[in-house]
Structures are given as C-alpha cells and as structure tokens.
C-alpha cells in the first residue's frame, strides 16, 4: 500500500529552467528549482513540513501575544499554538488541505475555505495561483470575507532562501527597512527604532556574519511600482531575490538559528507580511475586510547571477 505524503498531494509545475512544487497541505511551496540548483531551503515529500518553510500564513502572520484580541468590542480567544510562548502563531491554513487544479504545466491554482472557529468566527475564501516563468517564481494571492460583518485580516509567506553552496554567514542581505521592531523573550514586539547607523541597518546591504536574525523590519524604502525587495547575494553575484507588490508593507528576517541538524543557519526566510507581529492586538497596518471584500497581494522570488 502506497504511504500518502504528509503534505499531501503535490503539484510540479516547470517551464524552461524552472520548477517548483506545491503542495496539498497548507496549499504552500514544497520546493523550487532553477537549472537544477535550489533556491529553497524546502523539504522532502515524505517530511512533515519543518519550521513553516514555504506555508502560507493567514489570517494572520507571525505572533499573537496569549492568543487574545479584541476586535469591534468582542474578545476573541484563539488556541495557543506557540504553547512554549503562549502564542498563537501563523494563522489557521497551514496544516489544512488546499484543493488545487492544475491549469498548465506552468501553472497551478489552490483554493481553501475557511471555516468559522472559536477565536476566528470570520469565514474566508482563500485562493493562490502559483506560476514559473523565465523571471521567477510568483504567487498571486486572493483572500475574501463571506461574512456578513467585518473581519480583521493579515497575510505573509514563509519560503527559506538560499545559494547553494554558500553558508548564511556569507551572504550579503539588503532589506529595505528603515526601522525594526524590538521584541521580547516571547518574540513579540514591545517597541521599535530606527536602522540607521546600527548593525542591524541591511539597506544598502550588510554581510549577515555571525547576526542572529528573527525580525520584523517596517517603514519600508518603496521601489517606483509601490512594492519592495530583499535580496541574499553571495560573494560570487549568485543571490535570490524575493519581492512583493504594494500589498505587503513589512519584512520578516529569520536566519533559521532555532532550526536544528542541517537546518541550522542552512537558509534565510524572507517574510512578505502586511502587518507586523501582534497586529490583531495592536492594530497596526491591520487589514480589516468589508463584509465580500476581497485583499488580493503578489509576490515572488527571482534567482539571479553577476559578474563581480
């Protein structure tokens, strides 16, 4: 009897150089490809997704302290899925099933609604198409509210990047955040300040080194489209970019320091988020959707190479 994937079923789709893999469960990206060479730190068929790598997180990203929030004058309580912090962390679709349709050998569309729930009484309908193509990978994202009453909302991805070959140490990062939260024992945030003149400013790009990174970067440089981009570049030009559209207004970082065996420091998640940590409770760059509004957000990653 042939054994299912833990991540259920799997969709590949390529064109020219690239290929990537989508899977069943948490609708997210399992691997991705270029000439045979990874761009992702992903994981094995039969693995159980490790450290959130390539999930997509929603309703909300990152961290919500105790799990509480009150939104339109209600508590809500959510289940703490961060038991050892006493957080609820990175929404409620990543470990269900997505259904999927493959529409082209490029292309792959995946949809999932969400129920109401204890913590999340708000109904959603979710759908991603993932496409490959000569500039990269791209996600393009749709999330609409089907209740009858406001829903607050906030989205981000979890993809590991790396250069094959190249330790996380000899990469050279640019985010384009001029401030960064401050965060406490739990990895929530209890303040911010500014990137300027300190060693954790990555705007014009700083070689990560021996940095232990797990940070939400905000106040984001725009490019002249309203998106933004951070980029990992090894010594040699080869680098990674990950982008995003206007939809997205913040930058996790994660060096992968908490991740153990050859996981450790192996990648560097690069977060697309549209809010920060703890937005449902501080409200911050919350998205609230309108009973039928639908947020739609794009983002992608582009593997590249320059002459030194």
């Known amino acids: 009897m042939d054994v299912a994937a833990p991540s259920g079923q799997q969709w590949t789709i390529e064109a020219g150089a690239h290929r990537a893999v989508v899977v ?146 000899n990469l050279t990062l640019r985010v384009p955040g001029r401030s960064r939260l401050l965060a406490d024992g739990r990895l929530l945030p209890i303040g911010a300040a500014r990137v300027a003149g300190t060693e954790m400013d990555y705007t014009e790009g700083r070689r990560i080194g021996s940095a232990v990174l797990d940070t939400a970067f905000g106040d984001v440089a725009r490019d002249p489209d309203g998106g933004s981009a951070v980029t990992v570049t090894a010594d040699d030009g080869r680098g990674v970019r990950v982008f995003c559209d206007p939809a997205f207004g913040w930058w996790q970082v994660f060096t992968s320091d908490t991740l153990t065996g050859d996981r450790h420091r192996r990648a560097v998640a690069i977060e697309p988020m549209t809010c920060p940590p703890d937005a449902f409770r501080s409200g911050r760059d919350l998205v609230v959707l309108e009973p039928g509004q639908t947020w739609r957000g794009t983002w992608g990653i582009t593997a590249f190479s320059s002459a030194r």
């Open 24 to 169: 069943e469960v948490g609708g997210g990206l399992r691997a991705y490809t270029v000439g045979g060479a990874e761009v992702l730190s992903g994981f094995d068929e039969h693995e159980i997704c490790p450290g959130s790598a390539g999930q997509v997180l929603a309703p909300w990203p990152n961290r919500i302290r105790d799990g509480r929030f009150t939104f339109s004058g209600d508590p809500h309580q959510l289940f703490l899925t961060e038991p050892d912090r006493h957080n609820a962390i990175h929404g409620l679709v990543n470990w269900v099933r997505w259904a999927g349709q493959q529409d082209s050998p490029d292309a792959v569309t995946l949809t999932h609604e969400l129920a109401p729930q204890p913590g999340y009484p708000w109904p959603l309908a979710l759908r991603t198409v993932w496409r490959v193509g000569p500039d990269g990978l791209a996600a393009a994202h749709e999330v609409t509210n089907l209740a009858a009453v406001p829903a607050p909302f906030g989205f981000s991805v979890h993809p590991y990047v790396m250069v094959p070959g190249v330790p996380v140490d």
